[in-house]
Nanobody, 113 residues
Framework: QVRLVESGGGLVQPGGSLRLSCAAS????????MDWYRQAPGKQRELVAS???????NYLDSVKDRFTISRDNARNIVYLQMNSLKPEDTAVYYC???????WGQGTQVTVSS
């Protein structure tokens, strides 16, 4: 059984940074595509970033050049480094291992002055 646990969310001022972590158990992040999604109030969940077993990454256009997805194979963790945060980045962020249909519980990110 795959389990995903996110952490690292919080309140940050515009222009600030946060690093989200997604700790996986039951399967390895290096052998699976891993996704970060977000869902803002009243909006649909959207795919923010993906990393494939090959290491190839993809990003939502609005976060390109600001967010970076990476993984620590030894610790079995996927990260989302978020820089130059904007109020419109405010959302609950979820990690996902789509091969197993697994989702974490989400972590709240609030960007506000």
């Amino acid at each position: 059984q795959v389990r995903l646990v996110e952490s690292g969310g919080g309140l940050v001022q515009p222009g600030g940074s946060l690093r989200l972590s997604c700790a996986a158990s039951g399967s390895t992040v290096v052998s699976n595509r891993m996704d970060w999604y977000r869902q803002a109030p009243g909006k649909q969940r959207e795919l923010v970033a993906s990393i494939r077993p090959s290491g190839n990454t993809n990003y939502l256009d609005s976060v390109k050049d600001r967010f970076t997805i990476s993984r620590d194979n030894a610790r079995n963790i996927v990260y989302l480094q978020m820089n130059s945060l904007k109020p419109e980045d405010t959302a609950v962020y979820y990690c996902s291992m789509p091969r197993f249909g697994s989702w974490g519980q989400g972590t709240q990110v609030t960007v506000s002055s």
